[in-house]
Nanobody, 124 residues
Framework: QMRLVESGGGSVQAGGSLRLSCVVS????????LAWFRQAPGKEREGVAR?????TAWYGESVQGRFTISRDKNTAYLQMNRLKPEDTAIYYC????????????????????WGQGIQVTVSS
């Protein structure tokens, strides 16, 4: 059974940086796609970034130019710079397989495997 575990969350002031990590275990191959989503209180889950097995990345408009997704086999990272209070949310790592190395559209229904989530709080 695939398992995803996030780490690296916490509290930071606006303008600061955090780096999230997601370790995938229980799967003997490199996952096709790793992604980060986030959910703020009272809001729907939002796709942040995704990265394919060949490290092709795509970003949501709200984080473009500030966040960078990367991966090393089955570990994904999210480097978050110039953080804003509106980036405050629970951040989730997600994985998709069976896609021949590519990534699906960044919608939560397209990802089968999920981490438990980790809190990121940005204060003004």
């Amino acid at each position: 059974q695939m398992r995803l575990v996030e780490s690296g969350g916490g509290s930071v002031q606006a303008g600061g940086s955090l780096r999230l990590s997601c370790v995938v275990s229980g799967y003997n191959y490199n996952t096709d796609c790793l992604a980060w989503f986030r959910q703020a209180p009272g809001k729907e889950r939002e796709g942040v970034a995704r990265i394919s097995r060949s490290s092709t990345a795509w970003y949501g408009e709200s984080v473009q130019g500030r966040f960078t997704i990367s991966r090393d086999k089955n570990t994904a990272y999210l480097q978050m710079n110039r953080l804003k209070p509106e980036d405050t949310a629970i951040y989730y790592c997600a994985a998709a397989i069976g896609l021949g190395g590519g990534c699906p559209t960044l919608k939560d229904t397209n990802f089968r495997f999920w981490g438990q989530g980790i809190q990121v709080t940005v204060s003004s």
